[in-house]
Each structure stands twice: as structure tokens, then as C-alpha cells.
């Protein structure tokens, strides 16, 4: 079946530490896209890419950074500058604008 | 910038009542999409509306897009303790081309008691 796969399902990060979080979809679509979910709060778009090796920033990218080399993979990577990265992240991807695909998120905790 | 919101945010109902959680924009909407997330899960795709004024309904789920396009509901008949979840409205983000951008109400956290 297609869809989207994120690992891994939790991650604990150190201080200081980068860590990357791993998106790939195999349902062929062109348009990726990271979010932010806070306890009791709505998603918040990290970044997002239309077309292989181009992407833009959303409204909290500060902290984070990607890439998209390969039609089938998003990852994000969070920096030591993102001061407060506990949250449950979120990779979705569409076609022709129609509602997005999600992937089942990653849980990142910082220790 | 453009906002979405949602109200309430936490909805207690006894199974078999009724449920309806309301969207509002601060910007004219091209379409507005539903989304159902259950608790651990993520969020899955219930609908996408696109009509000023349209109707659409999936079972005991009746979604309603308004005539101005600015505003929605979802409303669900006789709830049962697998619509526990939290629901979101989405909407294209305003201004130019919105490359399938989406922003996201907070949420309106249902809990059913049996």
C-alpha cells in the first residue's frame, strides 16, 4: 500500500545535539511538507517542498533545516539553534492540492 | 497574517448525543479540509470542501462550507466512542499561489463518555 513512512517513533535528543528526522512516501506525489504539533495546539508548518531540490520556508523554520534530493524523501533535520524542540513532528505530502497524506510522526524529546 | 480558528476546543459528550465543532477564518477560503486525529495517531483526511455553501456528508458526518467562505462546521448525529479524536479544519494559506500550503485550526478535542 502507499503512504508515508517517518522514523524513527521517538527520539530523545541532548543538548546541543542535531538529529534528523526521516520522511520517504511512495505515492508518487510531488509536494512535501513538515509540521509541528504542540500539546493542544494546531500543526505548524516547518518547511515544504514542491519539486526535487527545491524548498521553502514555513513559518517557524528557524532551528531546522532540509533537504530534497529524491522525489520520494523529505528529511528534517533539527539543529542545536532550535531552542525548544520537544514536539511530535509531522510529514505530509499531496497532489494537485487535495488533501495531504500524513505520515504517523515522530516524537521528539529533548533530554 | 491569515488565522483559523476553532471552536471549542474540548467537547465532553455522552455517546448518542450530537456534535458539532465550527471554523472561522480571517480570510476568504479557496476550499477548507476536515481532518480527524485520533489520540497517539495522526492526522488522517476526512474531507475537502469547495463550493460556497456546500453540503457534504459522510454517514453521521454532515460538513458545511459556508456562503461567504469564510467559515465551516462539522456536525456529527448520535456520537459513538470511536469518533473520540481531535478534529481540525485546514485552509489554503492566503495570498498568491499557496504551492498546497495549509494552516491549521487548533483543533476541537471531542471526548465521548459511554
Known amino acids: 500500500d502507499g503512504g508515508i513512512t517517518q522514523s524513527p517513533k521517538y527520539l530523545f535528543r541532548k543538548e546541543g545535539q542535531n538529529v534528523t528526522l526521516s520522511c520517504e512516501q511512495n505515492l508518487n506525489h510531488d509536494a512535501m511538507y513538515w509540521y509541528r504539533q504542540d500539546p493542544g495546539q494546531g500543526l505548524r508548518l516547518i518547511y515544504y517542498s514542491q519539486i526535487v531540490n527545491d524548498f521553502q520556508k514555513g513559518d517557524i523554520a528557524e532551528g531546522y533545516s532540509v533537504s530534497r534530493e529524491k522525489k520520494e524523501s523529505f528529511p528534517l533535520t533539527v539543529t542545536s539553534a532550535q531552542k525548544n524542540p520537544t514536539a511530535f513532528y509531522l510529514c505530509a505530502s499531496t497532489q494537485a492540492n487535495y488533501g495531504y497524506t500524513f505520515g504517523s510522526g515522530t516524537r521528539l524529546t529533548v533530554v | 497574517g491569515q488565522q483559523v480558528m476553532q471552536i471549542p476546543q474540548y467537547q465532553h459528550v455522552q455517546e448518542g448525543e450530537d456534535f458539532t465543532t465550527y471554523c472561522n477564518s480571517s480570510t476568504t477560503l479557496s476550499n477548507i479540509q476536515w481532518y480527524k486525529q485520533r489520540p497517539g495517531g495522526h492526522p488522517v483526511f476526512l474531507i475537502q470542501l469547495v463550493k460556497s455553501g456546500e453540503v457534504k456528508k459522510q454517514k453521521r458526518l454532515t460538513f458545511q462550507f459556508g456562503e461567504a467562505k469564510k467559515n465551516s462546521s462539522l456536525h456529527i448525529t448520535a456520537t459513538q466512542t470511536t469518533d473520540v479524536g481531535t478534529y481540525f479544519c485546514?485552509?489554503?494559506?492566503?495570498?498568491?499561489?499557496?504551492?498546497?500550503?495549509?494552516?491549521f485550526g487548533q483543533g476541537t478535542i471531542l471526548t465521548v463518555h459511554p
Open positions: 485546514a485552509g489554503p494559506y492566503a495570498g498568491g499561489t499557496s504551492y498546497g500550503k495549509l494552516t
